[in-house]
């Protein structure tokens, strides 16, 4: 049995990858407030760096693949960090919510996401078939 390349190939590289194949997906629109808005209340600043909407979204879908079944909630723990408080100790803070929820709303703009919800299982959102069929052909291109 084959591993799939999400496992095999290091995620800076493979998010990398996968930034750019979703770059040419119509429904992945970078918002023009993205430039203004800190990624979380423990951060000082916007995100300087360039495309990156896309690289979260890219780590958000492989998140997903990888966990299966992913809300909002549970992806604001993930990307979260630690608020510097000055002479206080550092306390840990949750990203922001828009910035993943317009993400995801992309995402299952273009199929490649659905919600679930399912009694008695998590709720939340997980990979549709065209998905899973994009996140495994990133590392069979070479």
Do not use: C
């Not at 550092?90 to 910035?99: H, L, N, P, T, Y």
């Amino acid at each position: 049995m084959k591993t799939s390349p999400v496992y095999e190939i290091p995620a800076d590289e493979y998010n990398k990858k996968l930034a750019v194949v979703l770059k040419a997906i119509p429904e992945f629109k970078e918002p023009e407030w993205v430039a203004f808005v800190k990624t979380g209340v423990a951060k000082k600043r916007p995100p300087q760096e360039k495309d990156f909407w896309f690289k979260r979204a890219a780590s958000i879908l492989r998140q997903i693949y990888i966990h299966k079944t992913v809300g909002t909630n549970r992806l604001r723990t993930r990307y979260g960090s630690k608020k510097n408080r000055g002479m206080r100790p550092e306390r840990f803070k949750k990203a922001s919510g828009k910035i993943i929820r317009v993400i995801l709303q992309q995402a299952e703009a273009a199929e490649l996401l659905e919600k679930y919800n399912e009694a008695g299982k998590r709720a939340g959102r997980r990979l549709t078939e065209k998905g899973k069929e994009l996140l495994e052909r990133i590392g069979g291109e070479e």
